[in-house]
């Protein structure tokens, strides 16, 4: 994978909260739901004085693997099921007495509550089984051999979705009063690799059509035209989908009104990343952002 991520500093210095007899843990062990995660995994110690030279860490349902840096000294390989990698597994050599940490780039699940990664820890004597979740009432504290844990939490930051090199940050709609049959659609779309793509168009089941729109002002009215085609997305740019850009997407044929606070599906069409899946936050009518920054000014198509 050719997506470039730099791992926070905070997710190298939070706190661990972890059975003191775990030698497997997150650094940073809650998050958002919902979110891109730089998961750091952490070996504390070898196997009763034996050195590491494997981890193995099962994936969970509903995560998403997006990228799967380099670590120096070690090789990284990867399981597949039903085509989304199920299991990672680094092997090298790692000091019993040193500590580390393995990342990976994660897209969790929007729900909250606990994820649990089971993982082995393999050393050149022996091994240490990491792979226990709680039984119903159960604390996970309690376990002798308790899978790693990510606890997730409410989401607070507006989501973004990602496939192959192709970031969504932010979509977003403003909601529409009653009897209305058009919105707009909004969100930042970054290019990380090293090829051009092309936001083709869209489906949403909410409205009749999902077309792109260019806006243009004459004499101070801003109007908008279909866009064919498609917009290009050159590598390493970023390209503003916004009440105030050049182009953003347009629902027509709304089958109800968009409600503030909820969110609507959408699929997003690249011509090289594919079929992408988001939720549309919908903000207070005239909206300028996700936070909902004043009005917007008045617009007429052609």
Known sequence: MSFRYAFPLAALLAGLAAPASAHVVLSQPIFEAGQNYAAFFKIEHGCNGSPTIALRVQIPDGVTVLDTPAKPGWTLTG???QGRVSAVTWRGQLDAKTADQFGLLLKLPAGEGPLYFPAVQQCEKGEMSWTETPAA???WGDLKRPAVKLQLTAAKTPPSYMAGSIMIEQPWSAATPGGATT??????IMNHGDTADTLLGGTSPVAGKFEIHQMTKTDGVISMRTVSGGIAIPPGAMVNLGP??????????????LKTGTHIPATLNFAKAGNVQVQIEIEPIGSRGPAGAGAMPGMAHP
Request: glycine residues 16%.
């Open 79 to 81: 399981e597949r099921t």
């Open 137 to 139: 009432g159960r604390p």
């Open 183 to 188: 919105a707009g659609v909004y969100a930042t």
């Open 244 to 257: 105030l850009a050049a182009y953003h997407v347009m629902l027509s044929g709304l089958k109800g009104p």
